[in-house]
Protein backbone atom coordinates (compact mmCIF):
# COMPACT_ATOMS: atom_id res chain seq x y z
CA UNK A 1 0.00 0.00 0.00
CA UNK A 2 0.95 3.27 -1.03
CA UNK A 3 -0.22 7.40 0.08
CA UNK A 4 0.04 8.98 -3.40
CA UNK A 5 2.64 11.44 -1.61
CA UNK A 6 6.24 11.19 -4.02
CA UNK A 7 8.59 10.46 -1.47
CA UNK A 8 11.55 11.62 -5.01
CA UNK A 9 11.86 11.53 -8.21
CA UNK A 10 13.75 9.18 -10.02
CA UNK A 11 14.60 7.90 -13.10
CA UNK A 12 14.20 4.75 -15.62
CA UNK A 13 17.91 4.54 -16.88
CA UNK A 14 17.57 1.16 -18.31
CA UNK A 15 14.43 -0.48 -19.81
CA UNK A 16 15.60 -4.08 -21.16
CA UNK A 17 12.81 -6.40 -23.01
CA UNK A 18 12.71 -9.55 -21.73
CA UNK A 19 10.58 -11.54 -24.03
CA UNK A 20 7.07 -9.89 -24.61
CA UNK A 21 8.38 -8.27 -19.90
CA UNK A 22 10.38 -5.71 -19.33
CA UNK A 23 13.75 -5.53 -17.04
CA UNK A 24 13.97 -2.08 -15.02
CA UNK A 25 17.07 -0.53 -13.54
CA UNK A 26 15.67 2.85 -11.94
CA UNK A 27 17.93 5.81 -10.78
CA UNK A 28 17.11 6.85 -7.19
CA UNK A 29 19.75 8.47 -5.52
CA UNK A 30 17.35 10.77 -4.02
CA UNK A 31 15.50 8.10 -2.15
CA UNK A 32 16.61 6.85 1.26
CA UNK A 33 16.85 3.18 0.34
CA UNK A 34 18.34 2.01 3.80
CA UNK A 35 15.23 0.69 5.09
CA UNK A 36 14.48 -1.23 1.39
CA UNK A 37 15.01 -4.74 1.23
CA UNK A 38 14.84 -7.35 -1.86
CA UNK A 39 11.31 -8.46 -2.57
CA UNK A 40 10.14 -4.81 -1.06
CA UNK A 41 7.81 -3.06 -3.21
CA UNK A 42 8.30 0.38 -4.56
CA UNK A 43 5.58 2.50 -6.05
CA UNK A 44 6.82 3.52 -9.87
CA UNK A 45 4.51 6.45 -11.49
CA UNK A 46 1.84 4.96 -9.75
CA UNK A 47 2.85 1.15 -10.61
CA UNK A 48 4.00 -0.79 -7.69
CA UNK A 49 6.97 -3.13 -8.55
CA UNK A 50 9.05 -5.41 -6.49
CA UNK A 51 12.34 -4.45 -5.83
CA UNK A 52 14.63 -7.72 -7.29
CA UNK A 53 18.40 -6.11 -7.09
CA UNK A 54 19.68 -2.67 -5.52
CA UNK A 55 22.30 -0.40 -4.17
CA UNK A 56 22.53 3.11 -2.98
CA UNK A 57 21.81 5.40 -5.78
CA UNK A 58 19.40 2.12 -7.59
CA UNK A 59 17.30 -0.41 -7.70
CA UNK A 60 15.98 -2.89 -10.89
CA UNK A 61 12.43 -4.48 -11.04
CA UNK A 62 10.98 -7.01 -13.39
CA UNK A 63 7.53 -5.70 -14.92
CA UNK A 64 5.13 -8.31 -16.47
CA UNK A 65 3.72 -8.61 -19.73
CA UNK A 66 -0.15 -7.73 -17.98
CA UNK A 67 1.33 -4.39 -16.82
CA UNK A 68 2.95 -2.99 -19.35
CA UNK A 69 -0.31 -3.54 -21.35
CA UNK A 70 -2.36 -1.34 -18.36
CA UNK A 71 -0.09 1.39 -17.76
CA UNK A 72 2.24 3.85 -19.92
CA UNK A 73 5.75 4.97 -18.76
CA UNK A 74 7.28 1.90 -18.34
CA UNK A 75 8.85 0.88 -21.58
CA UNK A 76 11.44 3.15 -22.10
CA UNK A 77 14.18 5.56 -20.03
CA UNK A 78 12.20 8.79 -18.37
CA UNK A 79 11.92 11.01 -14.84
CA UNK A 80 9.18 8.82 -12.61
CA UNK A 81 7.61 9.46 -9.03
CA UNK A 82 9.04 7.21 -6.77
CA UNK A 83 6.91 6.01 -3.54
CA UNK A 84 8.03 3.12 -0.92
CA UNK A 85 5.75 1.00 0.41
CA UNK A 86 3.31 2.38 3.73
CA UNK A 87 4.30 1.28 6.86
CA UNK A 88 1.36 0.79 9.98
CA UNK A 89 3.28 4.17 11.67
CA UNK A 90 3.27 6.53 8.67
CA UNK A 91 1.33 9.39 8.21
CA UNK A 92 -1.63 9.21 5.82
CA UNK A 93 -0.74 12.30 3.97
CA UNK A 94 -2.81 11.09 0.62
CA UNK A 95 -4.97 8.37 0.46
CA UNK A 96 -5.00 4.57 0.58
CA UNK A 97 -3.55 3.27 -2.85
CA UNK A 98 -2.45 -0.09 -4.09
CA UNK A 99 0.02 0.95 -6.30
CA UNK A 100 -2.56 -1.19 -9.12
CA UNK A 101 -3.52 1.62 -12.16
CA UNK A 102 -7.16 0.99 -12.90
CA UNK A 103 -6.28 2.67 -16.57
CA UNK A 104 -4.74 5.12 -18.99
CA UNK A 105 -5.96 8.15 -19.01
CA UNK A 106 -5.09 11.70 -21.47
CA UNK A 107 -4.04 15.00 -20.92
CA UNK A 108 -6.66 17.47 -22.02
CA UNK A 109 -5.27 20.69 -20.78
CA UNK A 110 -2.60 21.94 -18.76
CA UNK A 111 -2.58 25.34 -18.09
CA UNK A 112 -1.50 27.93 -15.75
CA UNK A 113 -3.55 29.62 -12.91
CA UNK A 114 -1.88 32.43 -11.40
CA UNK A 115 0.81 30.35 -9.11
CA UNK A 116 -1.24 27.21 -9.46
CA UNK A 117 -2.07 25.25 -12.79
CA UNK A 118 -4.79 23.45 -13.40
CA UNK A 119 -4.49 19.85 -15.34
CA UNK A 120 -7.88 18.43 -17.30
CA UNK A 121 -7.90 15.01 -18.27
CA UNK A 122 -10.07 12.24 -20.10
CA UNK A 123 -10.60 8.64 -18.01
CA UNK A 124 -11.20 5.54 -19.76
CA UNK A 125 -15.24 5.62 -19.81
CA UNK A 126 -15.09 2.09 -17.84
CA UNK A 127 -13.25 3.78 -14.64
CA UNK A 128 -15.22 7.02 -15.09
CA UNK A 129 -17.98 5.88 -12.32
CA UNK A 130 -15.40 5.70 -9.74
CA UNK A 131 -14.53 9.44 -9.89
CA UNK A 132 -16.12 12.37 -7.86
CA UNK A 133 -15.76 15.85 -7.00
CA UNK A 134 -13.71 16.37 -4.06
CA UNK A 135 -12.90 12.80 -3.99
CA UNK A 136 -9.21 11.38 -4.62
CA UNK A 137 -7.29 10.22 -7.51
CA UNK A 138 -4.25 8.92 -8.22
CA UNK A 139 -2.50 10.31 -11.16
CA UNK A 140 1.41 8.58 -12.11
CA UNK A 141 1.39 7.95 -8.62
CA UNK A 142 0.37 11.52 -7.25
CA UNK A 143 -2.74 11.47 -4.90
CA UNK A 144 -4.78 14.78 -5.89
CA UNK A 145 -8.34 15.91 -5.17
CA UNK A 146 -10.98 16.47 -8.27
CA UNK A 147 -12.15 19.61 -8.40
CA UNK A 148 -14.06 19.25 -11.48
CA UNK A 149 -16.20 16.44 -13.62
CA UNK A 150 -17.89 16.59 -16.94
CA UNK A 151 -18.47 12.98 -18.42
CA UNK A 152 -15.12 11.53 -18.62
CA UNK A 153 -13.48 14.35 -17.85
CA UNK A 154 -11.76 15.56 -14.67
CA UNK A 155 -10.17 18.79 -13.84
CA UNK A 156 -7.58 19.10 -11.06
CA UNK A 157 -5.61 22.11 -9.25
CA UNK A 158 -1.88 21.76 -8.80
CA UNK A 159 -0.06 23.47 -6.27
CA UNK A 160 3.54 24.80 -6.88
CA UNK A 161 5.52 22.31 -4.02
CA UNK A 162 3.58 19.22 -6.01
CA UNK A 163 4.99 20.47 -9.50
CA UNK A 164 8.36 21.15 -8.25
CA UNK A 165 8.39 17.74 -6.35
CA UNK A 166 6.97 15.64 -8.88
CA UNK A 167 7.46 14.81 -12.49
CA UNK A 168 3.99 16.25 -13.16
CA UNK A 169 5.13 19.33 -14.66
CA UNK A 170 6.33 17.20 -17.80
CA UNK A 171 3.55 17.35 -18.59
CA UNK A 172 1.38 18.50 -21.64
CA UNK A 173 -1.73 18.60 -24.09
CA UNK A 174 -2.03 14.80 -25.38
CA UNK A 175 0.37 12.88 -22.33
CA UNK A 176 -0.75 9.59 -21.36
CA UNK A 177 -1.27 9.39 -17.57
CA UNK A 178 -1.31 6.53 -15.06
CA UNK A 179 -4.83 6.24 -12.87
CA UNK A 180 -5.85 4.36 -10.34
CA UNK A 181 -9.26 5.35 -8.97
CA UNK A 182 -10.20 5.58 -4.97
CA UNK A 183 -10.78 1.96 -3.77
CA UNK A 184 -13.74 2.96 -1.59
CA UNK A 185 -15.38 3.75 -4.75
CA UNK A 186 -14.95 -0.10 -5.89
CA UNK A 187 -15.74 -1.65 -2.99
CA UNK A 188 -18.79 0.13 -2.30
CA UNK A 189 -19.78 -1.31 -6.22
CA UNK A 190 -18.84 -4.73 -5.63
CA UNK A 191 -20.76 -4.28 -2.11
CA UNK A 192 -24.08 -2.84 -4.31
CA UNK A 193 -23.49 -5.27 -6.74
CA UNK A 194 -23.63 -8.25 -4.22
CA UNK A 195 -26.35 -6.95 -2.79
CA UNK A 196 -28.75 -6.91 -5.59
CA UNK A 197 -27.64 -10.62 -6.73
CA UNK A 198 -28.19 -12.24 -3.31
CA UNK A 199 -32.10 -10.14 -3.50
CA UNK A 200 -32.52 -11.65 -6.98
CA UNK A 201 -31.05 -14.96 -5.90
CA UNK A 202 -33.34 -15.22 -2.67
CA UNK A 203 -36.74 -13.95 -5.40
CA UNK A 204 -35.94 -16.70 -7.78
CA UNK A 205 -35.58 -19.22 -4.89
CA UNK A 206 -38.10 -22.37 -4.74
CA UNK A 207 -38.52 -21.67 -1.18
CA UNK A 208 -39.60 -17.98 -1.34
CA UNK A 209 -42.02 -19.31 -3.74
CA UNK A 210 -44.11 -20.81 -1.58
CA UNK A 211 -43.39 -24.27 -3.13
Given amino acids: MFTGI???VGAIT????VGADMHLSIASAALDMSDVNLGDSIAVN?????????????????????????????????PVNLEKALRLSD???????????DGVG???KFQSLGECWQLDIRAPHAISKYIS?????CVNGVSLTVNKISGDDFSINLIPHTLEH???????????VNLEVDQIARYVERMTQWSTEDQMATQASPETQGH
Fill in 133 to 137: IKGSI
Fill in 91 to 101: RLGGHLVSGHV
Fill in 46 to 78: GTCLTVINMSESHFEAHVSQETLSVTVGLDKPH
Fill in 6 to 8: IQS
Fill in 14 to 17: QANP
Fill in 166 to 176: TTLDLLSEGSP
Fill in 106 to 108: KVL
